[in-house]
């Protein structure tokens, strides 16, 4: 009698946040999988599709304990404290969950037989000052952090290169430049440019819409993109390496303004808020992403007007 064979399972920790339901979807939709999540245990997870586990991944034991019930073929690690601003405010807080909480996945995944294929979500962040001196930044750019999230996502990174080559940890790793979307907190630039415009189309602000520094120039990609490269990454990934994710283009904050601007019929007016600076920005950040188009079938499809618009919507619908 022949055995049919098991279906494969995936599990995100940390799916309660921005990214997660996006990545959710994504494995959901694009093969038969069974996905569990992770959230945090003050969290729910409202999708009946998934098999939803309260975890802290500052906890190491009950990491271990997951991990091992669960048994998936595939780990994507998205837990982190993911704002720059936050982790100046608590650096230690950062250390713990970036760092701690990436060795007590990787632990957990070293112990199993077969390991899993473990994907650890880094930022541009990391590559840091290199971006002073190039205007495109590829694998091989020097990683040169300048806050203190960035470092620790520097660090995950290492972890991930060691676990690989010192105990054969299939781990995948991708640098993922800025990605926006539709339910993005409005700690990030795009959606708080957005939620501005729709508090102010609903009467709730005066017509002005308050900034920071506009001049830096960023890699703008839809999360909905953003998610599939993952996919692709954990699928088609050499284990060990690491793969820039973003849109390969670059605009700056103001000229990302102007594009929400043009969305709205109301004549709203700008101005410098000097507290929306961070202590250390980085002037220019542009992804290389020819390596991962190349090994792991991915480009981006979604355009930056069609976001924009998605974002706008989202927030009129909460704020009109």
Same mark, same amino acid.
């Given at each position: 009698?022949?055995?049919?064979?098991?279906?494969?399972?995936?599990?995100? *920790?940390?799916?309660?946040?921005?990214?997660?339901?996006? !990545?959710?979807?994504?494995? +959901?939709?694009?093969?038969?999988?069974?996905?569990?999540?992770?959230?945090?245990?003050?969290?729910?997870?409202?999708?009946?599709?998934?098999? =939803?586990?309260?975890?802290?991944?500052?906890?190491?034991?009950?990491?271990?304990?997951?991990?091992?019930?669960?048994?998936?073929?595939?780990?994507?690690?998205?837990?982190? !404290?993911?704002?720059?601003?936050?982790?100046?405010?608590?650096?230690?807080?950062?250390?713990?969950?970036? *760092?701690?909480?990436?060795?007590?996945?990787?632990?957990?995944?070293?112990?199993?037989?077969?390991?899993?294929?473990?994907?650890?979500?880094?930022?541009?962040?990391?590559?840091?000052?290199?971006?002073?001196?190039?205007?495109?930044?590829?694998?091989?750019?020097?990683?040169?952090?300048?806050?203190?999230?960035?470092?620790?996502?520097?660090?995950?990174?290492?972890?991930?290169?060691?676990?690989?080559?010192?105990?054969?940890?299939?781990?995948?790793?991708?640098?993922?430049?800025?990605?926006?979307?539709?339910?993005?907190?409005?700690?990030?630039?795009?959606?708080?440019?957005?939620?501005?415009?729709?508090?102010?189309?609903?009467?709730?602000?005066?017509?002005? *819409?308050?900034?920071?520094?506009?001049?830096?120039?960023?890699?703008?990609?839809?999360?909905?993109?953003?998610?599939?490269?993952?996919?692709?990454?954990?699928?088609?990934?050499?284990?060990?390496?690491?793969?820039?994710?973003?849109?390969?283009?670059?605009?700056?904050?103001?000229?990302?303004?102007?594009?929400? +601007?043009?969305?709205?019929?109301?004549?709203? =007016?700008?101005?410098?808020?000097?507290?929306?600076?961070?202590?250390?920005? *980085?002037?220019?950040?542009?992804?290389?992403?020819?390596?991962?188009?190349? !090994?792991?079938?991915?480009?981006?499809?979604?355009?930056?007007?069609?976001?924009?618009?998605?974002?706008?919507?989202?927030?009129?619908?909460?704020?009109?």
């Amino acid at each position: 009698m022949t055995t049919a064979p098991s279906r494969r399972s995936s599990l995100v *920790i940390g799916a309660g946040g921005f990214v997660g339901p996006y !990545l959710v979807n994504e494995l +959901l939709v694009s093969s038969e999988r069974d996905v569990h999540v992770t959230v945090f245990p003050s969290e729910d997870y409202g999708d009946s599709r998934v098999v =939803s586990h309260h975890l802290d991944v500052c906890d190491g034991e009950a990491v271990k304990k997951l991990v091992l019930e669960l048994n998936p073929d595939e780990v994507y690690h998205l837990a982190a !404290l993911s704002s720059v601003a936050a982790s100046w405010n608590d650096p230690a807080r950062t250390v713990d969950v970036n *760092i701690k909480g990436a060795i007590h996945v990787l632990e957990a995944a070293r112990l199993l037989e077969p390991m899993p294929r473990v994907l650890l979500v880094g930022s541009s962040e990391e590559y840091g000052g290199a971006a002073r001196e190039r205007s495109t930044l590829g694998e091989d750019s020097p990683v040169q952090p300048m806050n203190v999230y960035a470092l620790t996502k520097s660090c995950q990174n290492t972890l991930g290169c060691l676990y690989f080559s010192a105990y054969g940890v299939p781990v995948v790793m991708v640098r993922a430049f800025n990605h926006i979307g539709p339910g993005q907190s409005q700690r990030f630039v795009a959606s708080d440019f957005c939620r501005q415009v729709a508090l102010i189309e609903a009467g709730r602000q005066e017509a002005v *819409i308050r900034v920071g520094n506009l001049s830096s120039l960023r890699d703008f990609a839809d999360v909905r993109d953003i998610v599939r490269a993952y996919v692709q990454v954990a699928v088609f990934g050499t284990a060990g390496e690491t793969y820039n994710v973003g849109s390969g283009r670059v605009l700056s904050i103001g000229q990302l303004l102007d594009r929400i +601007l043009a969305l709205t019929p109301v004549a709203i =007016s700008v101005t410098i808020d000097q507290c929306r600076y961070r202590p250390v920005d *980085i002037p220019a950040a542009r992804a290389d992403i020819r390596k991962v188009q190349d !090994l792991c079938q991915w480009n981006p499809v979604i355009g930056l007007d069609q976001t924009l618009e998605d974002m706008l919507v989202w927030w009129r619908a909460r704020l009109g």
